[in-house]
C-alpha cells in the first residue's frame, strides 16, 4: 500500500511554465518533507512543513501543508531548466508512530530550454 | 562541513557473490537510513539505526541482507549471494535522530552506490 501518492508521475513542460505538484495521503504527518534528486545524486532536503494550512516559499518555490496535515503541494513558478529532476515528498510521524518517513514515489520533471 | 558519503559509488558484481556497501553518515548524527532506489522508482526502506537501539529491519527484502551500525557512526550493508533483481541504487542517509540536535525528520543523503549483478 502506497501511503504517500505524487502526482503528476511525470511532467514535462517548457521553460516559464507553471507547474503544480501534489502530494496525497489518508494519513495525518506530523511533518512533511520535499526532496530534489538529480540524476546520479542523492535526493537533497529543500523544506520542511509542519503546520496545517503552512505555506512555505523557496524562491519560485511554494510549498503548502494541507489544512488536516495530509496532503502538500508544491508550485513552482516560470520554470528553468536546472529545476528538472525528481520532486519526493516524504511524510513524518514521530512518537507514537514512526520514526521510518514515508517516500512517495516521486514526479520526475524536466523543463525544456 | 561534510555531507554523508558512500562507497564505492558503483558497483558491478557476479551473480552469487557477496557485496558490502559503506556509509559514512554526518558527524552527531544518531540516526541512519538505507534505501534502495530502482531506475525512475521512489525509494524502498530498508533498515533504520537510531542510536543504541535495537535497527528497525522491516524493510529488508530477504536474508540476504544485514546491516551493521559500529560505534554509532560508519555503517555497512551486505548482500549475499547477489541476484539480478538486486540491481538499484542503494541510499545511505543521515538525520539528527531523536536524540541529536536538529529536526529528526529531516534527512541528508549520500550520493548512493550503484549496484550492478550481472
Known amino acids: 500500500t502506497q501511503l504517500l501518492e505524487q502526482s503528476p508521475q511525470f511532467l514535462s513542460i517548457q521553460e516559464g511554465e507553471n507547474l503544480t505538484v501534489y502530494c496525497n495521503s489518508s494519513s495525518v504527518f506530523s511533518s512533511l518533507q520535499w526532496y530534489r534528486q538529480e540524476p546520479g545524486e542523492g535526493p537533497v532536503l529543500l523544506v520542511t512543513v509542519v503546520t496545517g494550512g503552512e505555506v512555505k516559499k523557496l524562491k519560485r518555490l511554494t510549498f503548502q501543508f494541507g489544512d488536516a496535515r495530509k496532503d502538500s503541494s508544491l508550485h513552482i513558478t516560470a520554470a528553468q531548466p536546472g529545476d528538472t529532476g525528481l520532486y519526493l515528498c516524504?511524510?513524518?510521524?514521530?512518537?507514537?508512530?514512526?520514526?521510518?518517513?514515508?517516500f512517495g514515489r516521486g514526479t520526475s520533471l524536466i523543463v525544456h530550454p | 562541513g561534510a555531507g554523508v558519503s558512500q562507497s564505492p559509488s558503483n558497483k558491478v558484481t557476479e551473480k552469487g557473490k557477496d557485496v558490502e556497501l559503506r556509509c559514512d553518515p554526518i558527524s552527531g548524527h544518531t540516526a541512519l537510513y538505507w534505501y534502495r532506489q530502482s531506475l525512475g522508482q521512489g525509494l524502498e526502506f530498508l533498515i533504520y539505526f537510531q542510536g543504541n537501539s535495537a535497527p528497525d529491519k522491516s524493510g529488508l527484502p530477504s536474508d540476504r541482507f544485514s546491516a551493521e551500525r559500529t560505534g554509532g557512526s560508519v555503517s555497512t550493508l551486505t548482500i549475499q549471494r547477489t541476484q539480478q533483481e538486486d540491481s538499484a541504487v542503494y541510499l545511505c542517509?543521515?538525520?539528527?535522530?531523536?536524540?541529536?540536535?536538529?529536526?529528526?525528520?529531516?534527512?541528508?543523503f549520500g550520493p548512493g552506490t550503484r549496484l550492478t549483478v550481472t
Open positions: 516524504a511524510g513524518a510521524k514521530g512518537p507514537g508512530g514512526s520514526y521510518i518517513p514515508t
Open positions: 542517509a543521515s538525520s539528527p535522530g531523536t536524540s541529536g540536535s536538529g529536526r529528526w525528520d529531516e534527512q541528508y
